[in-house]
């Protein structure tokens, strides 16, 4: 009996062990690539102000992602990165929609930049790695599991932020803008928020999310977005609906509310439709839709092909470019 016993503590040894090894090989690996962001922002009577996040190198040249929320009102940026290297920073372009920046600092230090994941392929359950600089404390390591995808958040702007990852990886004030990262040290999310008063529920924004937000602050220093007025959450269809309607997808978005006097609500989709095809293009997901009303769907009629009390309909909707 007592053998047992001791061969079942080993086991359990070796599994701490190798589930130790794998986060501190993650640490190791990335490190160097996570920053602390000072803020400077101007205070009450001209004074100034300060503040701190988290920001990761995602370019050769030394882009640096972090959260809209952490640089917003910044008046100056400082980069300090892990091997005590201190640049400051300006703006690239910010998208409060998502909670999503990108700044450059002036003097890059040769970082590598992280390797970014497909957010699609996580998994509920498996080890969640997030790294930054909490309450000021830089390169602050704490651990968790992937504890739900496909979650809704609302950004400071106001709009959902939909397909958002749910971890319990714990996150302070100052984790703000670091990664969220699997067990090959990839980033799977941006960390962006936690529940007051809640125990280890944390939230990140996607990492196809991020990519295709950052292409775009990159290259026009904001997003330009078709608007339809919809919230929506990603959903797996159900084996019988996708070989009744001979669908291409394993899931599809399911309408979560419906904005009034929106491009959706005239077009006549209503809360619980589920999304199934933009302009005869299989919708997979939220980030889908996302990419599809980009700038180009401004001012443009588009097939919005529904499933509603399991019949088909199809829909048209005019898109307008959100804020008009």
Same mark, same amino acid.
């Given at each position: 009996?007592?053998?047992?016993?001791?061969?079942?503590?080993?086991?359990?040894?070796?599994?701490?062990?190798?589930?130790?090894?794998?986060?501190?090989?993650?640490?190791?690996?990335?490190?160097?690539?996570?920053?602390?962001?000072? %803020?400077?922002?101007? #205070? &009450?009577?001209? *004074?100034?102000?300060? @503040?701190?996040?988290?920001?990761? !190198? =995602?370019?050769? $040249?030394?882009?640096?992602?972090?959260?809209?929320?952490?640089?917003?009102?910044?008046?100056?940026?400082?980069?300090?990165?892990?091997?005590?290297?201190?640049?400051?920073?300006?703006?690239?372009?910010?998208?409060?929609?998502?909670?999503?920046?990108?700044?450059?600092?002036?003097?890059?230090?040769?970082?590598?930049?992280?390797?970014?994941?497909?957010?699609?392929?996580?998994?509920?359950?498996?080890?969640?790695?997030?790294?930054?600089?909490?309450?000021?404390?830089?390169?602050?390591?704490?651990?968790?599991? %992937?504890?739900?995808? #496909? &979650?809704?958040? *609302?950004?400071?702007? @106001?709009?959902?932020?939909?397909? !958002? =990852?749910?971890? $319990?990886?714990?996150?302070?004030?100052?984790?703000?803008?670091?990664?969220?990262?699997?067990?090959?040290?990839?980033?799977?999310?941006?960390?962006?928020?936690?529940?007051?008063?809640?125990?280890?529920?944390?939230?990140?924004?996607?990492?196809?999310?991020?990519?295709?937000?950052?292409?775009?602050?990159?290259?026009?220093?904001?997003?330009?977005?078709?608007?339809?007025?919809?919230?929506?959450?990603?959903?797996?269809?159900?084996?019988?609906?996708?070989?009744?309607?001979?669908?291409?997808?394993?899931?599809? %978005?399911?309408?979560?509310?419906?904005?009034?006097?929106?491009?959706?609500?005239?077009?006549?989709?209503?809360?619980?439709?589920?999304?199934?095809?933009?302009?005869?293009?299989?919708?997979?997901?939220?980030?889908?839709?996302?990419?599809?009303?980009?700038?180009?769907?401004?001012?443009?009629?588009?097939?919005?092909?529904?499933?509603?009390?399991?019949?088909?309909?199809?829909?048209?909707?005019?898109?307008?470019?959100?804020?008009?």
């Amino acid at each position: 009996m007592q053998d047992k016993i001791s061969e079942k503590q080993n086991e359990d040894e070796e599994l701490l062990d190798a589930y130790s090894q794998t986060v501190s090989g993650v640490v190791e690996q990335v490190a160097p690539s996570v920053v602390r962001i000072d %803020i400077q922002t101007k #205070g &009450r009577r001209g *004074r100034n102000a300060g @503040g701190s996040g988290s920001g990761f !190198v =995602i370019s050769s $040249d030394g882009l640096i992602v972090t959260n809209s929320h952490v640089v917003e009102h910044a008046h100056r940026l400082k980069v300090l990165f892990n091997d005590g290297h201190e640049a400051q920073a300006e703006i690239v372009g910010m998208d409060p929609d998502t909670d999503l920046a990108v700044i450059k600092p002036y003097a890059a230090n040769g970082t590598a930049a992280l390797t970014i994941a497909d957010s699609h392929q996580i998994k509920v359950g498996q080890i969640a790695i997030a790294i930054g600089s909490p309450l000021g404390f830089q390169t602050s390591v704490s651990a968790g599991v %992937i504890s739900a995808t #496909g &979650r809704s958040l *609302r950004s400071s702007s @106001g709009r959902l932020i939909d397909d !958002v =990852i749910q971890t $319990d990886a714990s996150l302070n004030p100052g984790n703000s803008g670091g990664p969220l990262l699997d067990s090959n040290g990839r980033v799977v999310g941006v960390n962006t928020a936690l529940i007051n008063r809640a125990q280890n529920i944390c939230f990140a924004i996607a990492a196809n999310t991020m990519q295709f937000v950052v292409g775009q602050l990159i290259n026009d220093g904001r997003v330009r977005r078709g608007y339809l007025g919809i919230a929506g959450q990603t959903v797996p269809l159900h084996q019988q609906v996708i070989r009744h309607f001979k669908l291409s997808t394993e899931n599809g %978005i399911r309408i979560t509310s419906v904005e009034s006097q929106s491009p959706a609500q005239k077009a006549g989709i209503r809360e619980g439709d589920l999304l199934i095809a933009f302009d005869h293009q299989p919708i997979n997901g939220i980030d889908d839709l996302h990419q599809l009303l980009s700038g180009d769907s401004i001012g443009k009629t588009f097939i919005l092909d529904v499933i509603r009390n399991n019949k088909w309909q199809t829909l048209f909707a005019d898109v307008v470019e959100k804020g008009d």
